[in-house]
C-alpha cells in the first residue's frame, strides 16, 4: 500500500505583544509647549507625561503624540521618539491632526518631518513612521498598514470641522482634508487586496489617528461633529479581505475602547486631556 505525503498546511504565526498610545499631547504643555516631553511629574491617573513604560516588543502611536511643525519642538521630540526606539524592537508612528497644527508648516511639510525623523540615526532604524504605507513585520506574520486617514466631512458639519480641524492647519481645507482621507482609504482597500493575493496567514494590522468606527468608539458630547472624527469604513462601506484576525488601531476620539465590528478588532487606548475621562490604561498590554 503506498501513501501519498501530504505538505501540512502552514500554522498561523503567534500574537505579538505590543503597547497602543494616542492622544498623549506632548505639544500641550509650558510657555514654550516642550516640557512634557521629557517631564516626569506625574500629572493625572498616575500617568507620567512623556514617561511610557516598556512592557512590550512593539510600540504603536496612533497620532496627537507631538508636534512635528512646530520648531521649538523639534529636539524635544525627536529626543522623546528615540527613548522609545531604545525600549522596544520597533516603534509604529502615524501622525495626528495635531502633529500639523501651527501658523506655517502645513500637512505636506509635517509629513516631510515624518520621514526625516525615521531616517535619523539616533532612531536605530526601529522608528517606522507611515503615511498611506505598509510594513512587515520580520517573522511575526503581521503586515502594517499605516496612515492619518482623516475624514469625510459633512456639509451639515462643515463649520465644526473648519473650527475643529481644518482652522488650525496651515494651507488647508474642507475638500483638502476630504480628498486625503479618499486617498487613504484607497491605499487601504488596495494594500488589504494586495495582501490577501500574496495568500499565506498574514494578519493584518491597520494603524491610523482617524476613527473607522461609528458605534461604541466616541463619547456622546461629540455625535454631533462625528464627521471631524470618524467614518463608517467598518460597519459600512467596509475593506474587503479585513476580518477576523485583523486588528485597526486608532486615536482622535480621546475615548479607550476595544471593540469588534465586520470581524475586526478595534482598539484605542488614548490618553487625552486632563479633565477628559477617557478610559486610558497607560500599563496596557495587548495582544494582536
Known sequence: ??????????????????????????EMNGPIYTSKYTSRSLVYGGTRSGDLPSLAPYLFLAGDIGSLVIPSHQSAFETWLASQCAKHTYVFYVAGNHEFFG????????????????????????????????????????SVLGCVLWSRIVPAQASLGRLADVGSISGTSIEKHTARFERSYGFIKEAVRD?????????????????????????????????????????????????EGDTWIHGHTHFSHESWQDGVRVLSNSRGNSMERTRFEWDRVFEI
Open 195 to 243: 495582501i490577501r493575493a500574496e495568500g499565506g496567514e498574514r494578519r493584518i494590522v491597520v494603524l491610523t489617528h482617524y476613527c473607522p468606527l461609528m458605534v461604541g468608539s466616541t463619547r456622546f458630547e461629540f455625535r454631533g461633529s462625528w464627521s471631524n472624527w470618524q467614518t463608517d469604513i467598518l460597519g459600512g462601506e467596509g475593506v474587503e479581505g479585513l476580518g
Open 103 to 142: 501658523r506655517r508648516g502645513g500637512v505636506d511639510a509635517g509629513i516631510a518631518e515624518l520621514r526625516r525623523l525615521s531616517r535619523l540615526a539616533c532612531m536605530g532604524g526601529r522608528l517606522v513612521c507611515l503615511e498611506n504605507e505598509r510594513f512587515d513585520i520580520p517573522g511575526a506574520g503581521v
Open 1 to 26: 500500500m503506498s501513501f501519498s505525503a501530504l505538505s501540512p498546511s502552514p500554522s498561523p504565526a503567534p500574537k505579538i505583544k505590543v503597547q497602543i498610545y494616542s492622544d498623549l499631547h506632548l
